[in-house]
């Protein structure tokens, strides 16, 4: 069984639900992602899929229907953000505010009630009403509100992607990697904290920081923006997501005074969403494939919360903890944290000929067949089924993610954990499968988890891919906006009413998914 107090939920992001209303009253141009998704170059060669975002699924306008479809099917739960974009759309720069340094990392920060007045004359009411306005049909419906600040859009005048891509990275402004970007984020989210801490007591600063690092700086050609390979401009986005994070968990409890639930230990609970992907080596036996699987896990699962949490911000990215770069003011920045889990990753090494540069003890490589680096709709080479963007299913590493991130002894939820299936083919079974997992680790008191959020209650725009990718519990006719559910919200609801994956869904999840193949 799964503990009384549960939370069952689904999340969102701002950018992927909002828009498609025909008269273009939800349309939001003020992203580096808008930008992205709408660059010629990007549509031509492939890098996005040509899908627009503003022919999407319109939840700014309908968000009291999917409200309703999410209590029909039994959740208490709602995890959602606020465009940066859309609550200043021109820049904050010119609201100066005290900061202090250590060695270049931030490590105070002053902002007073007159500084959030200066940003108040900047702020876009109208949106600041309608986000009120989400989260209050939300509260009046019993759901718990958590409040998530950035999920990979930034304004774009804190991120010209084209011309950063451009320039690989030498001009800007830089996103995440723009020297600025800690102190305006902090700024944003004061802002947001004094604004909305008399509805929600749950925040988290950003979504799966190590994937827009990544994606945006590691990967030449890449979906993400800015779509390059730049491994300095890749660290300066890092040190400066745990700067940003770490003023922001400041500048957050100052201004949230407010407790939006009497059964709140706190105000405010600050928190991350990480993306947590179990890596293996490929020959458990091999010294620079195990190497590999290391830095991976480094980089991608540990070096942010190692930062926040535990106030080591690897600043070489040597993977080796060095007396200078630990930063005690950093030490216990972290209140909760959010696990987003898809899939794992098997890594292989390659000698690192490029070590002076980037002091990894192997390159890693992600083996193609295994985790995210399949084939769609077919099977990963230990006989797995893939979904429709080619991740391998591999339930039992979603109770592996859980155990990476207990050592940082903070509550833990699943903040996202779903699949890409059109035609709903997997999704029952993926989510009886994945919940079971977790239930049986919970009963055996291996993990302790507060919920589970689904991604995602409904269609919406898969970032570069677009539409193709379908995610929803619940089916959208992007021509009509109608919406109508799947069977796996039904399953879904099953199980939030009895408490437990019943035994039957048990069983058809491993025969349909093949368990028990070799992994």
């Not at 902002?111 to 986000?131: F, G, P």
């Not at 109770?399 to 833990?412: D, R």
Request: proline share 6%; hydrophobic share 40%; glycine share 6%.
């Amino acid at each position: 069984m799964f503990p009384k107090n549960f939370l069952w939920g689904v999340s969102l992001a701002g950018f992927q639900f909002e828009m498609g209303d025909p008269a273009g009253e939800a349309l939001d141009p003020n992203t580096d992602w808008y930008v992205w998704v709408h660059d010629k170059y990007n549509i031509e060669n492939k890098i996005v899929s040509g899908d627009l975002p503003e022919n999407g699924i319109d939840y700014w306008h309908l968000y009291r229907e999917d409200h309703a479809l999410a209590q029909s099917i039994g959740l208490n739960a709602y995890r959602l953000n606020v465009e940066w974009s859309r609550i200043f759309p021109k820049p904050t720069f010119n609201v100066e505010v005290g900061i202090e340094e250590e060695e270049g990392i931030k490590t105070e920060i002053d902002i007073s009630e007159s500084d959030l007045e200066k940003l108040d004359e900047l702020a876009n009411k109208e949106a600041l009403r309608h986000y009120r306005d989400i989260i209050m049909d939300l509260r009046q419906r019993n759901f718990y509100v958590i409040l998530n600040l950035v999920h990979f859009t930034l304004p774009i005048w804190l991120h010209d992607p084209i011309t950063s891509r451009a320039t690989n990275a030498k001009k800007g402004p830089l996103g995440y990697a723009d020297p600025r970007f800690p102190i305006e984020f902090a700024k944003f989210a004061a802002y947001i904290a004094k604004n909305f801490g008399d509805l929600v007591d749950t925040w988290s600063t950003f979504n799966e920081p190590s994937v827009v690092t990544e994606s945006g700086f590691l990967t030449r050609k890449g979906k993400f923006p800015p779509g390059i390979f730049n491994f300095k401009a890749y660290k300066n986005a890092m040190i400066n997501i745990a700067q940003a994070h770490f003023l922001a968990y400041h500048v957050i409890k100052k201004f949230d005074k407010v407790k939006a639930y009497p059964s709140s230990e706190a105000p405010a609970s600050v928190g991350i969403i990480h993306n947590v992907v179990p890596s293996y080596p490929l020959n458990a036996t091999k010294k620079s494939d195990i190497d590999a699987s290391r830095v991976v896990h480094h980089l991608h699962n540990a070096w942010i919360p190692n930062s926040i949490v535990n106030g080591w911000i690897d600043l070489d990215f040597d993977l080796k903890q060095e007396s200078g770069e630990i930063y005690e003011k950093y030490k216990g920045k972290l209140d909760w944290m959010g696990i987003n889990y898809y899939s794992r990753a098997v890594v292989k090494g390659k000698f690192n000929i490029l070590k002076p540069l980037i002091p990894f003890p192997a390159y890693p490589v992600l083996v193609k067949g295994y985790g995210f680096e399949c084939t769609p709709d077919s099977q990963s080479l230990a006989g797995r089924p893939t979904t429709n963007f080619g991740w391998e299913i591999y339930p039992e590493g979603i109770v592996e993610a859980v155990k990476l991130m207990k050592n940082y002894n903070v509550p833990l939820m699943i903040t996202e954990n779903g699949i890409a299936d059109r035609d709903d083919k997997y999704r029952p079974h993926y989510l009886a499968i994945h919940l079971k997992y977790l239930e049986d680790a919970i009963m055996n008191k291996e993990i302790q988890l507060n919920g589970y959020l689904h991604w995602a209650l409904t269609d919406n725009y898969e970032w570069a891919d677009g539409f193709r990718m379908r995610f929803g519990l619940i089916y959208v006719d992007l021509q009509t906006k109608k919406r109508q559910k799947r069977a796996s919200a039904d399953v879904f609801s099953k199980i939030i009413a009895e408490g437990t994956v019943p035994d039957e869904y048990v069983k058809a999840a491993k025969q349909v998914l093949k368990l028990g193949s070799n992994t």
